[in-house]
């Protein structure tokens, strides 16, 4: 059966709505910016951001010897394996960009699907037992780390998940345009 044309027209239509769906997007985009704003300030070596540049912002520190990027992926939902893997691709063409010292990488989202939450906890286990264990004691917990990510299909990123990316992922609050969720954030 085909679609009358007043359903096509409907203002429910996605071609309709996709100034409202990306000014969400947009929205979650500059909560968050103003949100990490306080911290990147925080910093002396803060000089710049760019909304919209090789990735969703790039911010700039200059500490005199050395310019450091810090990349930001932007998504204003749930996180899916296959969503991470186009992040993953991206953050891996930025560490290696010639001429950009891409020191941080990352996904700030609502979420994350349950396997990558999973496999996440791990990751930040390892990462706080590293400072504890001694590189000989961590190889069988990596090794641990590096088959559930080849589940995922993610084995061409195991080293940029492990030792680089991170993720900010319970950021439900700011896919509304609320100023309370802001606020409680920043405190």
Same mark, same amino acid.
């Given at each position: 059966?085909?679609?009358?044309?007043?359903?096509?027209?409907?203002?429910?239509?996605?071609?309709?709505?996709?100034?409202?769906?990306?000014?969400?997007?947009?929205?979650?985009?500059?909560?968050?910016?103003?949100?990490?704003?306080?911290?990147?300030?925080?910093?002396?070596?803060?000089?710049?951001?760019?909304?919209?540049?090789?990735?969703?912002?790039?911010?700039?520190?200059?500490?005199?010897?050395?310019?450091?990027?810090?990349?930001?992926?932007?998504?204003?939902?749930?996180?899916?394996?296959?969503?991470?893997?186009?992040?993953?691709?991206?953050?891996?063409?930025?560490?290696?960009?010639?001429?950009?010292?891409?020191?941080?990488?990352?996904?700030?989202?609502?979420?994350?699907?349950? %396997? &990558?939450?999973?496999?996440?906890?791990? *990751?930040?286990?390892?990462?706080?037992?590293?400072?504890?264990?001694?590189? /000989? #004691? !961590?190889?069988?917990?990596?090794?641990?780390?590096?088959?559930?990510?080849?589940?995922?299909?993610?084995?061409?990123?195991? %080293? &940029?998940?492990?030792?680089?990316?991170? *993720?900010?992922?319970?950021?439900?609050?700011?896919?509304?345009?609320?100023? /309370? #969720? !802001?606020?409680?954030?920043?405190?």
């Amino acid at each position: 059966m085909t679609p009358s044309k007043d359903r096509q027209d409907s203002l429910f239509s996605p071609r309709l709505r996709g100034g409202l769906l990306g000014n969400a997007g947009y929205n979650f985009e500059d909560s968050y910016i103003t949100l990490a704003l306080l911290e990147w300030l925080s910093n002396p070596a803060f000089r710049s951001f760019i909304k919209e540049g090789f990735e969703d912002v790039d911010v700039c520190f200059d500490d005199g010897p050395q310019v450091s990027i810090w990349h930001y992926q932007l998504k204003d939902y749930r996180v899916g394996t296959r969503e991470f893997r186009e992040v993953l691709a991206g953050f891996g063409e930025a560490v290696g960009r010639p001429g950009v010292n891409a020191t941080r990488l990352i996904l700030a989202c609502t979420g994350l699907a349950p %396997d &990558l939450t999973s496999v996440w906890r791990f *990751i930040e286990e390892f990462r706080g037992a590293k400072t504890v264990y001694s590189g /000989a #004691a !961590l190889g069988a917990t990596r090794a641990d780390l590096e088959a559930q990510i080849d589940k995922l299909k993610l084995t061409d990123w195991a %080293d &940029l998940i492990i030792d680089k990316v991170e *993720i900010d992922h319970e950021n439900p609050g700011l896919r509304g345009t609320e100023p /309370a #969720a !802001l606020m409680n954030r920043a405190e």
